[in-house]
């Protein structure tokens, strides 16, 4: 670019920025050849290209220099152009478009100063021990009581450079270890595939049989298993010990609060295979029809006995419906729901169900299917019996009397009588019941795992028995938590009975992390070796850890109780030989 004027000339020496597609098209070619040369030298090459011209790029002679140079680059292969379509050549088009996604930094001319690696340096436990064993000093500003404690413990320590090794109670010598180690070291001897996640005592028995220690092995040990998430979701079953405290529902007015179920199906007797059963939770009465089906018609249709307060019914489609919804809001009546896998909940019905199923088993023929006319019966029978938690029969609670002899105005002293009778029944059961559970305490934001009521539908032996953790978002005064799904944030309720806390452990080691070997590489000589197995065979000493090993220490305790002998202090050394050698 030029230019001139009557004061001065000026130029300015420019670059094109635009370049054909030609050139691009053999700098494509020229990069996938320089990249994949190793894989390409000596064999037939055919390159597949959108640019047509290119083909005939090679024959040309009065190209560009800088295509020269690419072409000149181009003749060590056995190379072969042929023409494709952008759209047929899809996957090199795709990598040819793709943005980047990161901005490019400028480069800088100063660095500045960066953190760029962080070394934490952790001091381990037996550091005072090692300086008292080796240097006979105590660490500075430690108290009489320490001190003393540090020399009574140093008797049963080793310094053979660069390790410390301890004289266990089983007269076994075993290698210290620092304290970032102790986690590796567990892991290894639970969760490896040779270590069986056993319980805390084995895993650190397994710790002491690979010849390691350090003080709280079995402390340890516990808190490692009781954290590990695979032992958790293995763990033990429900049992009665794990239930929650008992809440005792209490009315006292009759037909205000009733309990519904289907029984069934039964042995198809006129039609009928279900019974529908209603209790009511004041006076025990129970109300019961044959139905063919179970069905939402049929619960619709029952009623007796006027419109009560609340409902409870279990999760059931033939309870839980828009028609049923719909009914109880048309009359005012509460419709409590049972939590899932938890039936104790509708606790009444579940038991009369029981009750009526016996009565029903033993008075039926062989043939089982007489049982539509023998339902009115076992309702007679059970409405007229004696009941210890209420202290009277249902009959005389509902009709003041015994059978037929009508007395209207006791009708109140009963029922009054009754629920005294039945709050004082409760809180026997109550405090039976409670004082043989685990307490449980559960507060919002706790993980706790679920367990899988659904594993004995499920075929499978080697299935957990307790699901993911879940985390609670509300706790009910009645024993039921809302819990949420981490994964899909869907919350639901279910019975503290059916959870238990989870302990979250420190995070696995993965494969990148340096694993720590638990034997020694480097075994001392033969006949160094044997002269060690003679000492410890007249001390009575064994090792858990590799004899040559073993005797080099011994050996090397040896030399300097033999060097300590000719001291000016010998009784400090005959001290010291006391607690290794024979005479020990």
Known sequence: MCDASNAALGAVLGQRTKVGQLVHELLAIVFALDKFRSYLLGSKIVVFSDHAAIRYLLKKADAKPRLIRWMLLLQEFDLEIRDKKGAENSVADHLSRIEKESEPMPIRDEFPD??????????PWFADIC??????????EASRIYK?????????????DPYLWRLCSDKVIRRCIPDTEIKSVLQFCHSAPGGGHYGSTR?????????????TIFRDAHHFVSTCERCQKAGMAMNRRHEMPQQPILFCEVFDVWGIDFMGPFPVSNGYSYILLAVDYVSRWVEAVATRTNDAKVVVDFLKFGVPKVLISDQGSHFCNRAMASLLQKY???????????PQTNGQVEVFNRKIKKMLQKMTNPSRKDWIRLLEDALWAHRTAYRTSLGVSPYRIVFAGERRKFQLQELDELHLEAYENSRIYKQKVKKFHDQKILRKDFHVGQKVLLFNSRLKLITGKLRSRWDRPFVITNVFPNGAVQLQDEHSSSTFQVNGHQIKPFHE???????????????????????????AEAVMAESGMTSARPKSLLASCLLSLQAKVGKTMNSPHPQEAEELWNCFGSKS
């Open 505 to 531: 452990g420190p995070a696995p080691i993965t494969a990148d992390v340096e694993i720590i070997s638990l034997m020694e590489p480097t075994p001392p000589d033969e006949p160094n070796s044997s002269r």
């Open 203 to 215: 895993t650190a028995r397994k710790v002491l049989d690979c010849g390691l220690y350090w003080p």
């Open 148 to 160: 003393e404690k540090l020399q009574s413990d140093a008797k049963y320590y080793i310094w053979d």
């Open 114 to 123: 960066e953190q760029l690696l962080h070394i934490k340096a952790s001091t």
């Open 332 to 342: 005012g009546v509460t419709h409590r729901v049972a939590t899932t896998y938890h």
């Open 131 to 140: 300086n008292y064993v080796a240097t006979s000093q105590f660490p500075p």
